[in-house]
């Protein structure tokens, strides 16, 4: 509701202008940050139909991945169903192919999102200061922009 979107913006101490942005809107909605856990398998064994993007794998969104990993499965996928002798090769290929890189994807983002959202700021600006400094971040960050297929 409207009002408990409010109250959380001023229990987090919200500037009154974003406060006010917030009471004077007709709708509100509350959009979750889902992480669907990779590993499991993304069709019913002997299935003919298969999970891609975040329906096999949704991650939260503080590396900007969804989109990207959704066109990098469904062409790994199309590049398997080409390659492959049968069908279940195909679909057995494409997991095999795309479960590692996902899941990493997912792993990190979801480290990102904690740092970013839940530790206090302090710690939060050194953590980030210190990957960029080091040059983890960028490491991070390139590793979902290059493609895995």
């Known amino acids: 509701t409207r009002e408990a979107m409010v109250s959380q913006l001023r229990t987090a101490g919200m500037p009154a202008d974003v406060v006010a942005l917030a009471e004077s809107c007709d709708r509100c909605f509350e959009l979750g940050a889902e992480y669907v856990n990779p590993l499991p ?24 991945q969804g989109t990207n990993q959704a066109v990098q499965d469904a062409f790994c996928l199309a590049d398997c169903l080409a390659g492959e002798a049968s069908l279940e090769a195909a679909l057995d290929a494409y997991e095999a192919a795309r479960k590692l890189a996902v899941a990493r994807l997912g792993f990190n983002s979801v480290v990102l999102g904690a740092v970013e959202t839940l530790a206090p700021s302090a710690f939060r600006d050194a953590f980030f200061r210190t ?3 080091l040059g983890v971040a960028k490491v991070v960050f390139l590793d979902g922009a290059v493609p895995k297929v």
């Open 131 to 133: 990957t960029s400094a």
């Open 41 to 64: 398998a993304w069709r019913a064994a002997g299935g003919a139909a298969v999970l891609l993007g975040d329906a096999a794998h949704a991650m939260p969104p503080f590396l900007g």
